[in-house]
């Protein structure tokens, strides 16, 4: 009977059966029941109540049911510490058992028993081990090393064992010396604790033709992380490694390939050793494409990085990377990606003939890249544009409509690469232009259309036909469209006046979308205020695109390429990008904050003003949560309030040329009655309503803020201000922030106010009862921006039904402590009745990014 039967069972008051068996003298029945222990913990049932019954059982020459007490071990020890502790003795005796497997068994499982109270004890037992006459139980130290210096790096420093690893590394037995190696690497990770010299390269060279390929894969990582001193030493690790390339185990060959790439840096450019180290590496690169799928999308990920790096190393190979018929997609589209990557011009006419048939396939991603891949051809090999142009023309002619879109994409970029040389298709083009019905494909028709509006002669009748369903277009195609009817209105002004006016509405006025807004203004106030210069803008000469677009960029080329072979170079993202280097657990932020926000609402922290007296109490230390600024509160909208201001823009007032058509281009604009010969007859633009903008007021090189939006604001009827926007910055309306109902009759009104460099609290007092009131105070709570009053109240006496205007200067180097929200500010009025204070409102909140 198999041991499925321990994984059946089911009935209650098991554990106590366990129990009973577990302590049996029958050995039979005491292995039986440690099996159905493991059988339950597998399944995921809490046997952890058993732990000293099943620790007694470790007292057994039986292999088996040891390593059955150990797996339990390594599973509950870090719940039971205490009682893990018990087996330290059988371990330790276990490490000096005749049986080498035993004694291997015990190291490891000490090392995967990730308990601080046990590591202690593992030191002397592990030192043994290490210097253990088998070389199983070696390797097997070896690798409990650098479990141990993750659990307590200090403790196998201070022991010796990074001296005893390195000496490991000499061992007689190569696998010995793989994990060793295996162990150095991954303590020199966090710290590096052994620099690996030529002796050191050398031993590793001797071990590497021995070991198993998993030792080898050990050995080869290390070398890679081991730089020559000269040309002579790189040469000589080349030469011993090449072997390695015709190893049946990918990984071998991988890791073999990202040695050499690394050490082919280090050589001379264009010595025949180099040529002769290129030859080598394409063959099993190219055999690594006969595997599984899995293992081919693998290789073709480092190709791809190997290609961009050195494309000499695959160029003779392009027929490799032609897609079969039964490929799994994923491998289909790396294959297209690299047979991109080797095109030239000697081997363009069989790629061009693969990718027309791929564009006849059934997949329809495969199909789109198969198109783009034609463009891309186009774009690298100059001699072969025109027959790519041709291909795509007959592409077209299928007409089928994911084909004609992504060709009507690719040609595009034909365009910008090949100015004026195939603008003959366009007409082939237009053909199609009720067929497209993706964003991108209708973007780039409508360039198409703007951009060579001249030679089509019913070019505005397309763009119209665009224009109809502006806002059910995608923003792409909104903003596209925009700039092409600009362009053939700059083209053709006479005649495309009214389409111009209607487009700039519709994206202005009609819609939501702020970058088409912002493109909208630009181009209205552009052709407003001096055509010359939006025909130099909007018409100006197109870079050419570069050949390749998706290229990475060198230093992470750089980076990837010493990652070949590993989950880096599949992703083609550094580690840090996906893996988690720290990984220690989170420390618990300090409570500071909190605690300074608790002591906020203290009394001891409120700095108070009593007007009879005259004086104001001593401000306490100020604490350092937040530290104290003259402009803290300015600086929450980061305004420097103090800086000189810049002069507003000016617009030079010499006369420019108005393009035919333009005089009335928005509507309702006189062009007789302009009194700027610079914005091209019209007498000041309104970017916001199409009404003629107000005169511009003179700046005043006094004003804090200068003008911040140029020409916006300044004058009371230009002004995108309040009225009361002054030279010192706005200042916002006065708000109730305590009613006569609260305030026994006393009704107080404020906002705050800069004047000079100074904060105001501006605040009016109306007295609403039928007594004259007088002895008032005010009092702030310690704040976010350590705002203190900088004086006192005067004394004052306000008559029933009067008002009495207040300012009180403050300043913002008072005591600070962080408040919830940051930007509250608590006040509190006092009225004096009878040498008694009363506080009228408690916790009135003024919000300082309101006032």
């Given at each position: 009977?198999?041991?499925?039967?321990?994984?059946?069972?089911?009935?209650?008051?098991?554990?106590?059966?366990?129990?009973?068996?577990?302590?049996?003298?029958?050995?039979?029945?005491?292995?039986?029941?440690?099996?159905?222990?493991?059988?339950?913990?597998?399944?995921?049932?809490?046997?952890?109540?058993?732990?000293?019954?099943?620790?007694?059982?470790?007292?057994?020459?039986?292999?088996?049911?040891?390593?059955?007490?150990?797996?339990?071990?390594?599973?509950?020890?870090?719940?039971?510490?205490?009682?893990?502790?018990?087996?330290?003795?059988?371990?330790?005796?276990?490490?000096?058992?005749p049986?080498?497997?035993?004694?291997?068994?015990?190291?490891?499982?000490?090392?995967?028993?990730?308990?601080?109270?046990?590591?202690?004890?593992?030191?002397?037992?592990?030192?043994?081990?290490?210097?253990?006459?088998?070389?199983?139980?070696?390797?097997?130290?070896?690798?409990?090393?650098?479990?141990?210096?993750?659990i307590?790096?200090?403790?196998?420093?201070?022991?010796g064992?990074?001296?005893?690893?390195?000496?490991?590394?000499?061992?007689?037995?190569?696998?010995?010396?793989?994990?060793?190696?295996?162990?150095?690497?991954?303590?020199?990770?966090?710290?590096?604790?052994?620099?690996?010299?030529?002796?050191?390269?050398?031993?590793?060279?001797?071990?590497?033709?021995?070991?198993?390929?998993?030792?080898?894969?050990?050995?080869?990582?290390?070398?890679?992380?081991y730089?020559?001193?000269?040309?002579?030493?790189?040469?000589?690790?080349?030469?011993?490694?090449?072997?390695?390339?015709?190893?049946?185990?990918?990984?071998?060959?991988?890791?073999?390939?990202?040695?050499?790439?690394?050490?082919?840096?280090?050589?001379?450019?264009?010595?025949?050793?180099?040529?002769?180290?290129?030859k080598?590496?394409?063959?099993?690169?190219?055999?690594?494409?006969?595997?599984?799928?899995?293992?081919?999308?693998?290789?073709?990920?480092?190709?791809?990085?190997?290609?961009?790096?050195?494309?000499?190393?695959?160029?003779?190979?392009?027929?490799?990377f032609?897609?079969?018929?039964?490929?799994?997609?994923?491998?289909?589209?790396?294959?297209?990606?690299?047979?991109?990557?080797?095109a030239?011009?000697?081997?363009?006419?069989?790629?061009?003939?693969?990718?027309?048939?791929?564009?006849?396939?059934?997949?329809?991603?495969?199909?789109?890249?198969?198109?783009?891949?034609?463009?891309?051809?186009?774009?690298?090999?100059?001699?072969?544009?025109?027959?790519?142009?041709?291909?795509?023309?007959?592409?077209?002619?299928?007409?089928?409509?994911?084909?004609?879109?992504?060709?009507?994409?690719v040609?595009?970029?034909?365009?910008?690469k090949?100015?004026?040389?195939?603008?003959?298709?366009?007409?082939?083009?237009?053909?199609?232009?009720?067929?497209?019905?993706?964003?991108?494909a209708?973007?780039?028709?409508?360039?198409?259309?703007?951009?060579?509006?001249?030679?089509?002669?019913?070019?505005?009748?397309?763009?119209e036909?665009?224009?109809?369903?502006?806002?059910?277009?995608?923003?792409?195609?909104?903003?596209?469209?925009?700039?092409?009817?600009?362009?053939?209105?700059?083209?053709?002004?006479?005649?495309?006046?009214?389409l111009?006016?209607?487009?700039?509405?519709?994206?202005?006025?009609?819609?939501?979308?702020?970058?088409?807004?912002?493109?909208?203004?630009?181009?209205?106030r552009l052709?407003?205020?001096d055509?010359?210069?939006?025909?130099?803008?909007?018409?100006?000469?197109?870079?050419?695109?570069?050949?390749?677009?998706?290229?990475?960029?060198?230093?992470?080329?750089?980076?990837?390429?010493?990652?070949?072979?590993?989950?880096?170079?599949v992703?083609?993202?550094?580690?840090?990008?996906?893996?988690?280097?720290?990984?220690?657990?989170?420390?618990?932020?300090?409570?500071?904050?909190?605690?300074?926000?608790?002591?906020?609402?203290?009394?001891?922290?409120?700095?108070?003003?009593?007007?009879?007296?005259?004086?104001?109490?001593?401000?306490?230390?100020?604490?350092?949560?937040?530290?104290?600024?003259?402009?803290?509160?300015?600086?929450?909208?980061?305004?420097?309030l103090?800086?000189?201001?810049?002069?507003?823009?000016?617009?030079?007032?010499?006369?420019?040329?108005?393009?035919?058509?333009?005089?009335?281009l928005?509507?309702?604009?006189?062009?007789t009655?302009?009194?700027?010969?610079?914005?091209?007859?019209f007498?000041?633009l309104?970017i916001?309503?199409?009404?003629?903008?107000?005169?511009?007021?003179?700046?005043?090189?006094?004003?804090?803020?200068?003008?911040?939006?140029?020409?916006?604001?300044?004058?009371?009827t230009?002004?995108?201000?309040?009225?009361?926007?002054?030279?010192?910055?706005?200042?916002?309306?006065?708000?109730?922030?305590?009613?006569?109902?609260?305030?026994?009759?006393?009704?107080?009104?404020?906002?705050?106010?800069?004047?000079?460099?100074?904060?105001?609290?501006?605040?009016?007092?109306?007295?609403k009862?039928?007594?004259?009131?007088?002895?008032?105070a005010?009092q702030?709570?310690?704040?976010?921006?350590?705002?203190?009053?900088?004086?006192?109240?005067?004394?004052?006496?306000?008559?029933p039904?009067?008002?009495?205007?207040?300012?009180?200067?403050?300043?913002?180097?008072?005591?600070?402590?962080?408040?919830?929200?940051?930007?509250?500010?608590?006040v509190?009025?006092?009225?004096?009745?009878?040498?008694i204070?009363?506080?009228?409102a408690?916790?009135?909140?003024?919000n300082?990014?309101?006032?």
């Amino acid at each position: 009977m198999t041991d499925s039967k321990y994984f059946t069972t089911t009935k209650k008051g098991e554990i106590f059966e366990l129990k009973n068996e577990l302590n049996s003298d029958k050995k039979e029945k005491k292995r039986e029941a440690v099996k159905k222990v493991i059988a339950s913990m597998t399944v995921g049932k809490d046997v952890s109540a058993l732990f000293p019954d099943v620790v007694n059982c470790m007292q057994t020459d039986n292999v088996e049911l040891k390593k059955l007490v150990y797996l339990y071990l390594m599973n509950y020890a870090k719940s039971q510490p205490d009682l893990a502790i018990m087996a330290v003795n059988t371990f330790v005796k276990d490490c000096e058992d005749p049986n080498p497997l035993i004694r291997a068994l015990a190291v490891r499982t000490m090392g995967c028993i990730r308990v601080d109270k046990i590591t202690e004890y593992l030191c002397e037992p592990l030192r043994k081990c290490m210097k253990d006459e088998d070389p199983y139980v070696r390797k097997t130290a070896a690798v409990c090393v650098a479990k141990l210096h993750d659990i307590n790096p200090t403790l196998v420093e201070d022991q010796g064992f990074v001296e005893l690893l390195n000496d490991l590394l000499s061992d007689s037995n190569p696998m010995v010396v793989a994990n060793a190696v295996a162990a150095i690497t991954e303590i020199n990770e966090t710290r590096t604790v052994v620099k690996m010299n030529l002796q050191t390269v050398n031993k590793l060279l001797t071990a590497l033709n021995e070991c198993t390929e998993w030792g080898q894969v050990f050995i080869l990582d290390a070398l890679a992380n081991y730089d020559p001193k000269d040309e002579r030493e790189a040469q000589n690790i080349c030469e011993r490694i090449s072997p390695r390339l015709a190893h049946a185990n990918a990984a071998v060959v991988l890791s073999t390939v990202r040695v050499l790439m690394k050490l082919i840096n280090m050589l001379p450019e264009n010595s025949d050793f180099i040529t002769q180290l290129v030859k080598k590496l394409a063959p099993p690169m190219v055999t690594l494409l006969s595997a599984e799928p899995e293992i081919q999308y693998v290789a073709l990920r480092n190709i791809n990085l190997i290609v961009q790096k050195r494309p000499d190393v695959l160029k003779q190979e392009m027929k490799v990377f032609f897609v079969k018929y039964n490929d799994p997609i994923y491998v289909k589209m790396e294959k297209l990606d690299i047979m991109i990557r080797l095109a030239q011009q000697n081997n363009i006419s069989q790629v061009l003939s693969e990718l027309k048939e791929y564009a006849a396939e059934v997949d329809v991603d495969f199909v789109r890249k198969a198109v783009r891949a034609i463009g891309r051809c186009a774009i690298k090999v100059e001699q072969s544009s025109e027959k790519c142009v041709a291909t795509l023309l007959d592409l077209i002619q299928t007409k089928v409509n994911y084909v004609v879109q992504e060709a009507v994409v690719v040609i595009k970029d034909i365009f910008r690469k090949y100015p004026n040389r195939y603008e003959n298709i366009i007409s082939n083009l237009c053909e199609n232009l009720d067929t497209l019905d993706e964003p991108e494909a209708r973007a780039s028709m409508i360039w198409i259309i703007g951009e060579y509006a001249e030679r089509i002669d019913n070019a505005d009748e397309l763009l119209e036909s665009f224009v109809e369903g502006f806002h059910d277009e995608n923003t792409q195609v909104q903003l596209q469209l925009l700039t092409a009817v600009v362009k053939l209105f700059l083209k053709r002004p006479t005649d495309t006046q009214q389409l111009v006016q209607r487009v700039l509405s519709l994206a202005t006025q009609d819609s939501d979308n702020p970058d088409l807004r912002d493109r909208g203004y630009i181009y209205w106030r552009l052709l407003s205020a001096d055509p010359a210069a939006a025909k130099d803008v909007v018409l100006a000469e197109k870079p050419l695109i570069s050949e390749e677009t998706d290229l990475l960029e060198p230093s992470l080329l750089n980076q990837l390429v010493g990652y070949i072979g590993s989950l880096a170079s599949v992703y083609h993202k550094p580690p840090t990008a996906f893996v988690d280097s720290t990984r220690a657990p989170l420390r618990g932020a300090p409570a500071a904050a909190s605690s300074a926000s608790t002591s906020s609402a203290t009394p001891a922290a409120q700095d108070a003003i009593i007007v009879p007296t005259g004086t104001t109490t001593a401000a306490p230390a100020q604490p350092t949560v937040i530290p104290s600024q003259d402009n803290i509160i300015a600086d929450l909208l980061s305004l420097d309030l103090n800086a000189p201001a810049a002069p507003a823009p000016s617009f030079p007032q010499t006369s420019t040329s108005v393009i035919p058509g333009l005089d009335d281009l928005l509507g309702g604009f006189d062009a007789t009655t302009s009194s700027n010969p610079s914005i091209g007859g019209f007498s000041g633009l309104d970017i916001l309503g199409g009404a003629p903008a107000a005169p511009a007021a003179p700046t005043s090189s006094s004003a804090p803020l200068g003008d911040l939006f140029g020409s916006l604001g300044g004058s009371d009827t230009g002004s995108i201000f309040p009225t009361s926007t002054g030279l010192n910055g706005y200042v916002a309306p006065k708000t109730n922030w305590l009613d006569a109902t609260r305030g026994k009759g006393l009704e107080i009104q404020g906002t705050f106010a800069r004047r000079a460099g100074t904060i105001y609290m501006e605040m009016t007092f109306n007295n609403k009862s039928l007594v004259p009131l007088s002895d008032f105070a005010i009092q702030f709570n310690t704040n976010s921006f350590g705002l203190t009053p900088a004086s006192p109240i005067e004394p004052h006496v306000i008559q029933p039904n009067a008002s009495l205007e207040i300012n009180v200067p403050c300043r913002t180097n008072g005591p600070a402590a962080k408040t919830e929200p940051l930007t509250n500010l608590q006040v509190s009025p006092f009225l004096r009745e009878n040498e008694i204070n009363v506080v009228l409102a408690q916790n009135l909140i003024l919000n300082s990014t309101k006032n």
